[in-house]
């Protein structure tokens, strides 16, 4: 035990000295005001998410077009029946309703069967790239099928379904069939040519003939033109008079053609896709990574989709 020296007090313990306070961390407290992020950290975040609109891109040439293929062609399957079942079909190139009027961009005419590679879809008028995405498109210019003369329908290989990517597997005497508002026409393979091949003899007075076309060469690839020669074998349905030239076709609607009204839809498009990815960049910096993920998915896979359509548009109409 220590002894306690008589008259003096124990030593007062030194005084604490306020200690100053930390730095502040990195992250900032709740009541402080955040800084504002970075440019770069925006661009790259929006660099990432623009990258990604390729992906969606050849996801929408895969599947997802053909989707849309699907979708176009049930619907336009069960009003085709109904114009059918009440005469009020197409069978020239003007409107059944109106004969000063031509037919509308996109009016179903036909009912294309091919039992030999399992297809059967509804042609629509016209062959621009926007009416091939819905399924086969007839060219203006050439008469009905199963009425006299050639009638040339357009197709695509690939994208959109690719309805006519099997073409080349058909074999000489397969048969074709087609249903307008005239009635049933078959139609027997005559044989497969591409560019090079000899033409087809000259048709008989009367005569008809079916000339499918789609792109030729490997998927996505395409290499030139393939056509399937097919000739009418019962008997020829009335042929109107058609008032379409050559000169009255666009670039569009030709063989391998692009439709470059395409390039305005896909520069507005492109714009709001851009300008979404850099808002939604730097909105995730400010609110926290779910929230954002979670408004800006639905109108990033809007804005990607719909960009991805447009870019489709002016891949060549056959492919």
Do not use: C
């Not at 390729?54 to 029946?81: K, P």
């Not at 294309?112 to 790239?129: K, Q």
């Not at 080349?168 to 497969?192: A, E, M, W």
């Not at 808002?279 to 809007?302: D, M």
């Amino acid at each position: 035990m220590t002894a306690v020296v008589e008259g003096r007090r124990p030593a007062a313990p030194p005084p604490v000295r306020p200690t100053a306070p930390a730095p502040p961390s990195g992250r900032p407290s709740g009541g402080s005001r955040q800084s504002l992020p970075s440019p770069w950290q925006v661009a790259s975040t929006a660099m990432l998410l623009l990258s990604a609109t390729f992906f969606v891109f050849v996801a929408y040439t895969g599947a997802i077009s053909s989707l849309h293929h699907s979708r176009a062609q049930l619907t336009a399957y069960a009003n085709f029946r109904k114009t059918l079942a009440e005469a009020t079909a197409p069978v020239a190139a003007t409107r059944p309703d109106d004969p000063k009027r031509l037919l509308d961009p996109g009016t179903a005419v036909t009912l294309l069967s091919i039992p030999r590679i399992g297809l059967r879809e509804v042609v629509f008028e016209g062959t621009t790239g926007s009416i091939l995405r819905d399924g086969p498109g007839h060219l203006r210019t050439t008469p009905l099928p199963g009425q006299s003369g050639t009638s040339v329908v357009m197709g695509r290989a690939s994208t959109y379904g690719g309805p006519f990517g099997k073409l080349s597997r058909l074999n000489p005497g397969d048969t074709v069939t087609v249903t307008t508002g005239q009635g049933v026409s078959t139609y027997r393979v005559r044989g497969v040519r591409r560019g090079g091949d000899p033409l087809p003899p000259p048709l008989a007075a009367g005569g008809g003939r079916l000339t499918l076309t789609t792109a030729d060469g490997s998927p996505f690839l395409p290499a030139g033109v393939l056509r399937v020669d097919a000739d009418l074998v019962s008997a020829a349905m009335p042929t109107p008079a058609n008032p379409l030239t050559r000169h009255d076709l666009s670039s569009a609607e030709l063989a391998m053609g692009t439709d470059q009204f395409a390039w305005m839809q896909l520069v507005l498009w492109g714009q709001a896709l851009v300008l979404a990815a850099v808002l939604i960049a730097w909105t995730r910096l400010h609110w926290g990574r779910w929230q954002v993920w979670t408004v800006s998915v639905p109108v990033l896979s809007f804005l990607s989709v719909a960009t991805a359509d447009q870019i489709a548009r002016l891949l060549p109409n056959l492919m």
